[in-house]
């Protein structure tokens, strides 16, 4: 079974854009178009991209209520 990284996904649903017409949004408010043109465009290199490709996952999953409830409780 695999367990999540707690803390990592605390971070993902707390973290925020740093650049860009989305910077200051928390990443899981960003729309899902936004992520779907940097999948085909390629993501950022670093920690920032690999967030963003997780939540691109996230989004297109509907997973999105599981990060609101992260970011609620912690």
Do not use: V
Request: charged share 20%.
């Amino acid at each position: 079974m695999i367990q999540p990284n707690k803390a990592a996904l605390i971070e993902l649903a707390n973290y925020k854009m740093p650049f860009g017409k989305h910077k200051n949004q928390f990443l899981i408010d960003i729309p899902e178009a936004y992520y779907t043109w940097f999948q085909q465009k390629g993501f950022p290199q670093g920690k920032l991209g690999s967030m963003m490709q997780q939540m691109y996952d996230i989004k297109i999953n509907g997973l999105e209520e599981l990060i609101y409830t992260i970011r609620r409780e912690f």
